[in-house]
């Protein structure tokens, strides 16, 4: 039986309680402004907040199923809030959840995909009851005729289930969050599915960024970087060659996009550094699509 989700606002605070067991934290309501556009955005986040558990991604939890890859992923998840809860609704994405901040907005891109394993899910039936994966794709059942969610070259069904509006904060909005939140907090197998899929979204990245630049036997820490700044999207690739052509290939990526994003950059620094050896002994192998 699908579990009742139920919100209680104080202030600019949303919490949630399910089945009228002990309210937890969603989020607070921000309002935010795109510089590129001007467009002006109302929605939830919930890091940093100290009413939101500690749930933080931890590479030696998930070294035993991704080696290396658990390591090669944790720098980014720390600029990106660190917990496998983190929630953004409040920018053009309309939904971004998880440590490695899945968006909503791209057809078949990393939230999607997600998305789609999580309803695929058995506790899916406590959650999203009205969600279903349908020859591939997210629909919602309404009556006899499943609705797309999504396609190959739009999500905005989607991004309207989970958020309805960039103008305010609607309870269907706390809600989805609230669900998401539960059901990440209680199932293992939750934050188990944000692990994998992080750590596929960073091999497509390595091997996109090594067919466009050229990345056989470049050492791992030069990767990272590269992968950071591709799944963020903060530089392009004429820039990112640049980088890679000077003499201090890793300082001129990490100073990619750092006048806009000072302190995700910083905090990419810092993360590689206390890295070191684990990732300046590794290079990346074309030939076994991995770090060798």
Known sequence: MAVHFTIERSGHLFSSRADGGAPFFVG?????RDRSSGEDFEGLYNVPRRELPKLAYKATDYRGLYR?????????SKCEGGNFLTLNTYDRARFTWGFGQFGAHVPDGDFVVFFRDMIGRPENADYFPDLAVRNGRIVKITGASPVALETSTSTAPLMDYLNPSTSAVEDSEVVCAAKLIHWTTNVAQARELQVMHMVGVFNRLMREADARLGLDG???DVCLAICDIRHQGR????????ALRSNRPLANLLALGSI???????TLKSEITA???LLTSKT???QNGDFV
Request: one cysteine or more; proline letters at 8%.
């Open 235 to 242: 530089a392009k690739y004429p820039a990112i060659q640049s």
């Open 260 to 266: 806009a994003y000072p302190e995700r950059c910083a």
């Open 68 to 76: 290396f890859w658990a390591d090669f992923i944790e720098p980014t």
């Open 275 to 277: 890295k070191g050896a």
């Open 28 to 32: 607070c309501q921000t309002s935010y």
């Open 218 to 220: 470049r050492s791992a």
């Open 284 to 286: 990346w192998s074309r």
